[in-house]
């Protein structure tokens, strides 16, 4: 079986960061503490992009600063 890939969209709120684009092994979910660069930033809202195809997810996640 293969793992699914979840490609992720992160919008960090209240600063001017760029944000980011990953793939990674684990759905993020609200509270978690992701790494964006060398910065961390905690998971505030999750959404589904769009049905995922095969073993991709498509999830956009907005962050902010702990």
């Given at each position: 079986m293969v793992p699914a890939i979840y490609k992720v969209s992160y919008v960090?709120?209240?600063?001017?960061?760029p944000g980011?684009?990953?793939?990674?092994d684990k759905e993020p979910?609200?509270?978690?503490?992701i790494r964006i660069g060398d910065r961390q930033f905690r998971v505030v809202e999750v959404q589904e992009?769009?049905?995922p195809h095969g073993d991709f997810h498509f999830l956009?996640?907005?962050?902010?600063?702990p």
């Open positions: 960090v709120i209240g600063e001017e960061h980011a684009i990953l793939n990674t979910r609200l509270n978690d503490v992009l769009i049905p956009h996640a907005s962050v902010k600063a």
